[in-house]
């Protein structure tokens, strides 16, 4: 493993998350959303900083994750919040795509 490596982790392979879908992965025991959208590929935290819910249950709109309990609305690129009643942001990941692979880089 070269340094570059360091802190990629395998979330996914890429036939599983079709553009404009939110997908809930668990990597090294973080529960982690992978959202496809503008043809790339991001990453956020999957638990809501607000309460507790998958945002991975929720509804994706271009950029924007919509929590499927309060309805909190988060810019996944970035993680900051753009609607409450969440005030904290979402922690984000890198991503790339290595062959078939969907990774992650945790720290
Ligand atoms: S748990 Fe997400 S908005 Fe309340």
């Not at 990453?43 to 924007?64: F, K, M, P």
Request: glycine share 10%; charged share 25%; aromatic share 6%.
């Amino acid at each position: 493993m070269s340094g570059n490596d360091v802190g990629w982790m395998r979330a996914a392979v890429r036939g599983d998350l079709a553009e404009g879908e939110v997908l809930g992965v668990e990597v090294a025991g973080r529960s982690i959303a992978l959202y496809a959208a503008d043809d790339a590929i991001f990453a956020t935290d999957n638990i809501c900083t607000h309460a507790y819910a998958c945002l991975s249950d929720g509804w994706l709109d271009g950029e924007v994750i919509e929590c499927p309990l309060h309805a909190a609305r988060f810019d996944i690129r970035t993680g900051k919040v753009l609607d409450p009643p969440a005030t904290e942001d979402l922690k984000t990941y890198q991503v790339r795509v290595v062959g078939d692979e969907i990774q992650v880089r945790l720290d």
